[in-house]
């Protein structure tokens, strides 16, 4: 798309979408959103970033279960299934916007900045939302210039580095994967019972054709399976793979549909019960790709991908654009501890969030690395918050078990970078270990 065009359909998006905001009612949520990213006495060197793509539809096409969930109709989209929507594209040009004036006002990016050589970096999956979200940001990133979004395999396939596929399979592997699965998330998948009477009440599913026809008639706590397909994302079956469709249908529908009535079909439900309904989504994303015999696998191209970003001299910011997976496999092969996201009803990865890899440099020059969550809480999401400085997104700082701090809450460049080539191993010694 020319960049003349992309700007006036930014344009006429946020326009249009803050129309739509300010004339319906909205809940409103005073959400701390931490500090920027900054440290003082430090100077920023660079910055690496795994996104996530902003709202898009539900990925169910027309006439599959989820419209057969429920006797209501889900939210008129923008956009076709799994597609960026506009709403998605105006939030994102939010994001890069706040993401120019925090470089800006770090001193990495001039005013105006033109990128030379390799200093930028734009690098997005084949998919129609991790494209749309790639271009959205990088024209706010940077306006004045003409950068492309990197894509690498053909349109609407999915690219080997942001594919939680696995690659590897043997019978003991699978068990063991399994085994550690349940393990992890088996009490998880058990405590799904109010969270499952919820959405059904959400969904008025007694009444809808699935539950009337006998073809889908109750969410039970017991019937999670688990399947591995060489070069295919792990399969799952089972109420869970059910419950998931709703209930991505739903958090996505809330924060398209800016009336909090209409957007739970006439339920007026709190923030903690947004967050039971998108428990669900959250089980599924642990139990199918966060466990780490998993994660080391499916995220291992992708590991691979962010150590050679952080370890290129001439690259001054780099934006790598995928999906949830991504984020969660990323974290969990690099055994990040436990967080928890402020004004979030996902508690992993939300829409559009970043998980950002800051180095900074002392007036030694020696190199430090810390690593942030970035994302536009429910609030921001709902309302399209214009961002900038002041009103930024919410940061949450991330820690890595194996790893020491300094007293200013960095780590050292080549310990983090050695801590994530040993991620990188980790394959290999899976693949050798169960072979």
Known sequence: MRRSNLFSLVSLSIVTILTSCQSASAIKVPFDTGENIKVNG????????????NIRSPLSEPGSILNRLTPHSWYPWSSKAGELSLKGGALETEM???????????????????????????????????????NYFSTALL????????????????DPVFNPQMTFLSDSYIKAAKDEIFANYGDDIEGLKDEYAL??????????????????????????????????????????SIGVLASDALVLQHYEEIDNAKSAFGKNLSFKQWQDICRI?????????????????????????????????????????????NLGTLLTSLDV?????????????PIGSKVVFSTFSNIHDEEFVRADLVYQNVDYLRNVTLLDLDTHPSVTPLYFNGLTMNEDGLYR??????????SVLEYDRIVERYS
Request: a negative charge; one cysteine or more; glycine letters at 4%.
């Open 96 to 134: 890069g916007h706040y993401f120019r004036k925090w470089l800006e006002d770090s001193k990495l990016f001039p005013l105006n900045y033109h990128p030379s050589g390799e200093e930028v970096r734009i690098y997005a999956n084949a998919k129609q939302r991790t494209i749309a979200t790639a």
């Open 337 to 349: 501890k436990e967080y928890e996201l402020v004004g979030s009803v996902e508690s992993e990865t």
């Open 413 to 422: 460049k080549d310990e983090f970078v050695s801590h994530l080539h040993n």
């Open 143 to 158: 306006p004045s210039a003409d950068i492309d979004v990197e894509v690498k395999v053909p349109y609407d396939t999915m």
């Open 199 to 240: 959405l059904k009440d959400v969904l008025s599913f007694k009444k809808s054709e699935a539950y009337l026809s006998g073809e889908f008639t109750d969410f039970r706590l017991d019937d999670t399976e688990l399947e591995y397909v060489m070069n295919r994302e792990p399969i799952m079956s089972g109420s869970l």
């Open 42 to 53: 430090y100077t920023l060197r660079q910055a690496v970033v795994l996104s996530r793509h």
């Open 281 to 325: 989504k959250d089980t599924y994303m642990k139990v199918n790709f966060f466990s780490p015999l998993v994660s080391l696998m499916v995220a291992h191209p992708l590991l691979e991908e962010i150590e050679k970003e952080l370890t290129n001299d001439e690259r001054k910011f780099s934006f790598l654009c995928g999906h949830d997976s």
